[in-house]
């Protein structure tokens, strides 16, 4: 998360988190990346990160090591109205669907109580 998180400055350090996961989770979260087959595209036409945040991605899968980074994204529009709407809206979904797959997870996770009260 860099989204300048109650007036961070910029000598800050990043807010970041933690998780241990299962090679099932792994396994899934590769699918999800593999089928976006963002690994075909090139951030170098997508919008500058700006005084918003920034959004960055770093994949390393199959021997390939890629790293993608754009302006925060708020919208649709947002992609549309880019230089390259179509490799950015295949980065937007990706990131969406690795955002709800991981609330997903950490939803599940809360709610489970293995033992009863």
């Given at each position: 998360?860099?989204?300048?998180?109650?007036?961070?400055?910029?000598?800050?350090?990043?807010?970041?988190?933690?998780?241990?996961?299962?090679?099932?989770?792994?396994?899934?979260?590769?699918?999800?990346?593999?089928?976006?087959?963002?690994?075909?595209e090139d951030d170098n036409n997508w919008p500058a990160?700006?005084?918003?945040?920034?959004?960055?991605?770093?994949?390393?899968?199959?021997?390939?090591?890629?790293?993608?980074?754009?302006?925060?994204?708020?919208?649709?529009?947002?992609?549309?109205?880019?230089?390259?709407?179509?490799?950015?809206?295949?980065?937007?979904?990706?990131?969406?669907?690795?955002?709800?797959?991981?609330?997903?997870?950490?939803?599940?996770?809360?709610?489970?109580?293995?033992?009863?009260?």
């Amino acid at each position: 998360n860099n989204s300048g998180y109650k007036a961070q400055s910029a000598k800050d350090e990043m807010i970041t988190r933690e998780v241990f996961v299962s090679q099932l989770v792994l396994d899934e979260v590769k699918r999800i990346v593999e089928d976006s087959e963002v690994v075909k595209e090139d951030d170098n036409n997508w919008p500058a990160p700006d005084r918003v945040g920034k959004q960055e991605l770093e994949i390393i899968i199959n021997g390939q090591h890629i790293s993608f980074t754009c302006t925060k994204l708020g919208s649709v529009l947002q992609v549309q109205q880019s230089k390259d709407p179509e490799g950015l809206r295949v980065f937007y979904y990706l990131v969406q669907d690795l955002k709800c797959l991981v609330f997903s997870i950490v939803s599940a996770h809360f709610k489970i109580q293995p033992i009863q009260k």
